[in-house]
């Protein structure tokens, strides 16, 4: 069965948490009669597995782009309608890794002006390489790049060292930049270290 993995509290449409027991037991006694059958067997969501990976992963992303999710409950209908509403084309849209971002950089992106996004090197961005689709979204909208290149360095400021600073953000100085990505990132996460990732426009 395909990993559940969701942090924001799923709830039965009567308000009740839908609870981890019912994953263990697993019994027909033990789904409550307000619970769509799929939450506790994905076997049975309508469309076969690949089906499914693929609008939970694209509710995932949906969810990213806005921190104010994770902090909200969905009942268990919420989610059965939002993974159904994905749009009719994602299945032939090319496959890329997602990013969510913040609107000012999101326009950067969309322009053309911003070629160089930042990271910290956590266990998620060390999966991408050179030549991977990178898809950024911002609320409703997205815009599909290409990986260029990767570098890594110990910390921001090193990057910023090796990077040029009008590729990050061609508005903002060297320490206006230093201050807004620590905003961001806390110590904790810079100690991670830092990927550069080059990134080019790609037309669909």
């Given at each position: 069965?395909?990993?559940?993995i969701?942090?924001p509290?799923?709830?039965?449409?009567?308000?009740a948490?839908l609870?981890?027991?019912?994953?263990?037991?697993?019994?027909?006694?033990?789904?409550p009669?307000?619970v769509e059958?799929?939450?506790?067997?994905?076997?049975?969501w309508?469309g076969?597995?690949?089906?499914?990976?693929?609008?939970l992963l694209?509710?995932?992303g949906?969810?990213?782009t806005?921190?104010?999710?994770?902090?909200r409950?969905f009942?268990?209908?919420?989610?059965?309608r939002l993974?159904?509403?994905r749009?009719?084309?994602?299945d032939?849209?090319?496959?890329?890794?997602e990013?969510?971002?913040?609107?000012?950089?999101?326009?950067?992106?969309?322009?053309?002006?911003?070629?160089?996004?930042?990271?910290v090197?956590?266990?998620?961005?060390?999966?991408?390489?050179?030549?991977?689709?990178?898809?950024?979204?911002?609320?409703?909208?997205?815009?599909?790049t290409?990986?260029t290149?990767?570098?890594?360095?110990?910390?921001?400021?090193?990057?910023?060292?090796?990077?040029?600073?009008?590729?990050?953000?061609?508005?903002?100085s060297?320490?206006?930049?230093?201050?807004?990505v620590?905003?961001?990132y806390?110590?904790?996460?810079?100690?991670?270290?830092?990927?550069?990732?080059?990134?080019?426009?790609?037309?669909?």
């Amino acid at each position: 069965m395909p990993l559940r993995i969701f942090t924001p509290q799923v709830l039965a449409p009567t308000g009740a948490k839908l609870s981890k027991s019912l994953l263990r037991d697993r019994s027909a006694d033990a789904l409550p009669a307000d619970v769509e059958p799929w939450m506790l067997d994905t076997t049975r969501w309508e469309g076969g597995t690949d089906h499914y990976v693929d609008a939970l992963l694209w509710l995932v992303g949906e969810l990213l782009t806005d921190p104010k999710h994770f902090f909200r409950s969905f009942t268990v209908k919420e989610l059965g309608r939002l993974m159904n509403d994905r749009p009719a084309d994602l299945d032939q849209r090319p496959r890329a890794h997602e990013m969510g971002i913040y609107k000012r950089y999101f326009d950067l992106i969309a322009s053309g002006e911003k070629t160089t996004e930042i990271r910290v090197n956590d266990s998620s961005r060390q999966r991408l390489k050179e030549g991977d689709l990178l898809r950024f979204k911002c609320r409703d909208e997205e815009v599909l790049t290409r990986i260029t290149r990767i570098a890594r360095y110990r910390d921001f400021d090193e990057m910023f060292d090796h990077e040029p600073v009008s590729s990050v953000n061609p508005t903002a100085s060297r320490e206006d930049q230093l201050r807004n990505v620590r905003e961001i990132y806390p110590p904790e996460r810079e100690a991670l270290g830092v990927m550069a990732i080059g990134i080019e426009l790609v037309e669909t």
